[in-house]
């Protein structure tokens, strides 16, 4: 049995952020990243548009920035999370600044700052439209330096532990499959911090890497944490049709560019629906795409950038125009086909302002926490900057925790079936198409069916249970179970919010 001081579970912006700033501060307790594939694939290297922080104090004030972001979340946000996570920002920003992350200056040597949808002002600080690789960069740079952090690759974390003591639940270790050796283990660890993301992955259409699969808010919701608010998915409206899995997102930060919405007659549409057009917040533009999608009885709109200059254009956008390029698209020329996709999960495991579960010694940062920031909807590069605050807040916080815990000698490990790495992948990849196209017909519709959604799930649980009677476990097994569970999650929390609606 190995052990480690504090175990993170992922390598995104939160994760890394955490363990960064702890290690510093603290080069007597030894810390485990453990990450499921290479440590960069994360929705974090995917960011384009930047992060949020008020950094113009002329123009932009925090209360506006405040003032965006409880708009945007449709009165659900905590107002006092919102006000917390504003007012830190510029210090975080700093921090990343000083590890070396390079965000874009214009020609007066003042941040080039982006707009984007929602937002009453420019604030987004970002690196061309690769933002999020960037700072990934940065940080996995700096953690391979510091001696009391090790990263471990192709480590996935399959359940946490908990133990109860005095009535309190204590989370204590995690059992993981180790890829290289083939071998299902357990670390044992005085406190974890899930740092896992998202779980777009159950949605057809999405622009989160195949590691969203909510695995996060699976564990956490079987050791007993609270997980809300996951019946707001939110949807990116300018998703790049394709058949590619993800979808190719072309940021919000290009319709802040003046970019328009086009339906099949080159006609701009938006208006009609919500006075800022585009730029008007997801939920919303979303919402009207769909709308127009129906009407027209078409399946995509266009992003038109046509009447944008051309020169600047791939200057700001380097990484989009040259995707777009690869496909034939030139948006200098071509409208670009683009469609709503699931992007982001506004709920998520619930945690207090430390970032702290209500299972002892169990954090949750980043995209699988619910701090309260976003409320229905978030606003736009709202995420990168809640990330720092709530790695920041933990980080703070785990001292305490680390101080009070001493280890049981008595840990009950449970028994696992045999990990096997040759097993059916093609079963698996066909039952998570038809979780996808479960999740996303019930998601998308105007009634929804949860009741008939549950009977689904539970005969596609049933089959990929009868699968591994027969096989042994494997990681697409392990990702399936975790995405049933959320989906699950997410109809019932669907369920009992159109109940308290009525
Ligand atoms: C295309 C795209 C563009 C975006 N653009 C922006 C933007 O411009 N601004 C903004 O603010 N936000 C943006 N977002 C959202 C933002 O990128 C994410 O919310 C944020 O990066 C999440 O960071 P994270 O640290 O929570 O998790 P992630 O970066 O998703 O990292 C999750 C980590 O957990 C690991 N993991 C998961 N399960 C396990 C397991 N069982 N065992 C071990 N490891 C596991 C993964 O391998 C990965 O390392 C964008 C998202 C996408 C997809």
Redesign the pocket.
Known sequence: MIKTDILI???????LFFAMKTAKKRPDLSIVI????K?K????Q???????VVTDLIKDSFNKHIHDTLRSGGGLCDKEVVNMVIKQAPERLQELIDIGTIFDKNEKGRWDLGLEGGHSQHRILHHKDS??LEIEEKLLKIIKKLPNIELLEN???IDLNTETKKNKTICTGAF?YEKKHNRIKYIRTRAIVL????C?QLFENT???K???G??LAMAARAGAEIVDMQYIQFHPTALVSNENPLF?I?EAVRGFGAHIVNEEGKRFLFKYDIRGELSTRDMISDAISKELQLTGKDHVYLDCRHLNTAEFYAHFPIIAGHCNALGIKPEKDVIPVVPAA??QCGGIKVDQNGATKINNLYA????ARTGLHGKNRL??????E?LVFAHQASENIDRTIAEFTFSSKILIPKFPKAEQSNDYHAFTILKKELQSLVTAFYTSEDRNADLAIQKIEMLNNTAASLIETHEITIPFIEFSNMLAVALLIIKQCKASQKEIC
Do not use: R, W
């Open positions: 579970i992922g390598s995104g912006i939160s994760g453990m990450t499921k594939e440590a694939n994360t929705n974090t995917l960011a384009q548009g930047g992060i949020a933002s999020g480590h996935m974390v993981f740092s896992t993301g998202g777009g622009t989160n890497p590691i969203a699969t695995d996060g997102l940021s992007h982001y940062v980043g995209e699988c736009a590069s709202n995420s990168l900057l990330a």
